[in-house]
């Protein structure tokens, strides 16, 4: 891959990790939030204010509630999310976790270019956000994963590992493997490993630097085996029938990142979205594997 391949891959990590909806949701907006929400339960933080009304507007695309349950997420387990981002997922997990007496670990993305400010600025304002609220985050653990990154988090300890949109960013880094090892290392016997990932269409050559952002389902499965990891059950909870796949500047293309212009390009104010923020965010996959016993 050329170093500019490779800029272009953690430039749109970085803007997938901080963007924010910019289409109305296919289902209508999430509903307003209460004025109190118990993080106790999957539906309460979910539900919660504290959570940003731009996070909440992506709900009926992303489902939490139903992913989060379809991956066994349970009251007091040891959870590690790789490459969190801005935290859309964390602003769930950190609360139920810390309501419940479980542990987060944030296993953000390893900068290894003193020059990747955007990462470092997206991974400083995470610290900041979640470090600064223990009444309500608790203490997330703050690791790093990466390229030549150490443990996650303890050999053994994690009840369970979250890849959420992130796989094909390592496949076009090289390290897809690596999450994979570093995943089942991190996870008990019996432990689970769920992914939220987009969608290939099946059947042709898989593109195993997913250069459009999709990554095949058959081939995620294959590299979660490789890694001694069982498949449990796969779901249609993310699924969008719509997504057709074939987008000028790839996944990007769609909200919430909606991209106008190539990377590296200037955007395009002519580039007409009303196409692909017909069609919302992407057909995902949604996946539940097992370290065995």
Avoid at 172 to 189: N, Q, W
Avoid at 234 to 244: V, Y
Avoid at 261 to 269: H, K, L, R
Wanted: with cysteine; glycine share 10%.
């Amino acid at each position: 891959m050329t170093s500019f391949s490779r800029r272009a891959v953690l430039a749109s990590a970085a803007a997938l990790a901080a963007c924010g909806p910019k289409a109305p949701a296919e289902k209508g907006q999430a509903p307003p939030a209460p004025k109190k929400a118990d993080p106790r339960t999957i539906e309460g933080a979910v539900a919660g204010g504290w959570r940003l009304p731009a996070d909440r507007a992506r709900d009926p695309f992303r489902h939490p509630v139903e992913s989060l349950k379809f991956w066994g997420l349970k009251p007091g387990q040891t959870v590690v999310e790789f490459w969190p981002g801005a935290g859309w997922y964390s602003d769930i997990l950190a609360p139920f976790l810390a309501a419940t007496g479980g542990k987060l670990y944030a296993a953000q993305q390893q900068v290894t270019d003193p020059a990747d400010t955007a990462t470092r600025a997206i991974i400083d304002a995470y610290t900041a956000r979640f470090g600064g609220t223990p009444r309500l985050y608790g203490k997330v653990e703050m690791t790093a994963f990466g390229p030549t990154s150490g443990p996650v988090a303890p050999a053994g300890s994690a009840d369970l590992v979250l890849f959420l949109r992130n796989l094909h960013n390592w496949m076009a880094l090289g390290i897809a493997e690596k999450a994979f090892r570093d995943a089942f290392v991190a996870l008990k016997p019996g432990g689970v490993l769920g992914i939220e990932e987009h969608r290939a269409t099946p059947g042709g050559v898989p593109d195993l630097l997913a250069e459009d952002g999709y990554v095949e389902q058959a081939y995620a499965i294959k590299l979660a085996e490789e890694a001694g990891f069982r498949l449990a059950a796969a779901s249609e909870i993310n699924a969008n029938p719509k997504d057709t796949k074939d987008h000028p500047f790839g996944v990007w293309t769609l909200p919430p990142v909606r991209r106008s212009s190539a990377f590296g390009e200037p955007a395009d104010p002519a580039f007409d979205h009303a196409r692909y923020d017909a069609i919302g965010e992407s057909d995902r996959m949604t996946l539940r594997l097992v370290k065995p016993a």
